[in-house]
């Protein structure tokens, strides 16, 4: 490992000017993709701002009905928070379904929203990636390309973003809350925090350097049920071959509305606009999930090794839909 300096944090508008002051450096909180990273020199941070002590750490019930999550709130704990579990169960399923029991221990609300692409050729460092290395190539595009993008993917890069949380807070509508060095503050809203890889995959989010993520607020429950599933390789602590968030609110024997957010398929949570419009007043069948799973699925591209995950994506989103239908 590298040699780095470290300063622990008192204030957020502090911790954000100490990152924004220096070029090569970064936030630490759970650490739980970060040190990985710098063991393995594709992260070289000159310097650390441990942002863990902050009291970043409350669940907050916001006038409206909805909720404010602080960055520091561990996952496991959002997980378990009774409002949470009640009112949004989509995004407690998700952070179930993600990592193991004790990385859920660790990892923060900001650090899960910020993880960084688990690509092989981007935790690689003899092989191509214009992620870890901006003009180098992408190795995946003719290798091994299995787990990789299927939509909003470039000939740049086509790697996904890992984060089960996201894509949740995505179908919410959520809110990312920041804080500028300057101490200014701004919304993001989730579904718009992180980029497509267009011809520069290494900016990755809309944050500028030194921005911090401070909370995240949930707007009230949407009508209709919610359900989350991810499809993987095995039954715990593997990432998503694909997911779906999905809420549907269903009146008489027509669909009043839908929600659908995908996971493992894209750079970033991907939000099925056109299938949630083509969804509203239509009839509950088979035929109508069929259909809004193709139309949630319409412009994906398969490199080979992820051609699978275009028909299992369309059976992942058409199953989401049936079961929260059935309520």
Known sequence: MRI??????????????AVAARPESKFI???????????????????????????????????????????QVRNSDLAADPRVRARYPVLSQALL?????????????????????RCLYFYDRSMPCNKRDPGSGCAALEGFN???????????????????MAVALTALDARVETISPEGE?????????????????????ELAHGEMITAVTVPPPPPGRQIYRKV?????????????AVVVDVGGAHVRGARIAMGGVAAKPWRADEAERWLVGKELSDRTFVAAAEAALQGAVG??????????????VRHALATAAEA
Request: hydrophobic letters at 35%; aromatic letters at 4%.
């Open 4 to 17: 780095f300096t470290y300063e622990r944090a008192t204030d957020e508008r502090e911790a954000a000017s």
């Open 29 to 71: 909180s759970g650490g739980t993709n970060l040190l990985d990273l710098m063991k393995l020199e594709i992260e070289r941070p000159a310097h650390l701002v441990d942002i863990s002590r902050l009291p970043l750490d409350r669940i907050e019930d916001t006038p409206d009905g909805g909720l404010r999550v602080g960055a």
């Open 97 to 117: 379904a993600g990592a193991s029991g004790q990385i859920r221990n660790k990892a923060s609300t900001g650090g899960n929203l910020l993880q960084r692409t």
């Open 146 to 164: 299995r787990m990789n993008a299927i939509l909003g993917a470039s000939e740049a890069c086509i790697a996904v973003h890992p984060s089960d």
């Open 185 to 205: 503050t701004r919304m993001i809203p989730a579904g718009d925090l992180h980029k497509l890889p267009g011809s520069t995959p290494h900016i990755e989010t």
């Open 232 to 244: 993987r390789d095995r039954a715990s602590y593997a990432f998503a071959l694909v997911s779906a």
């Open 303 to 316: 490199r080979g090794g992820n051609d699978f995950k275009i028909p299992l994506a369309k059976r992942t």
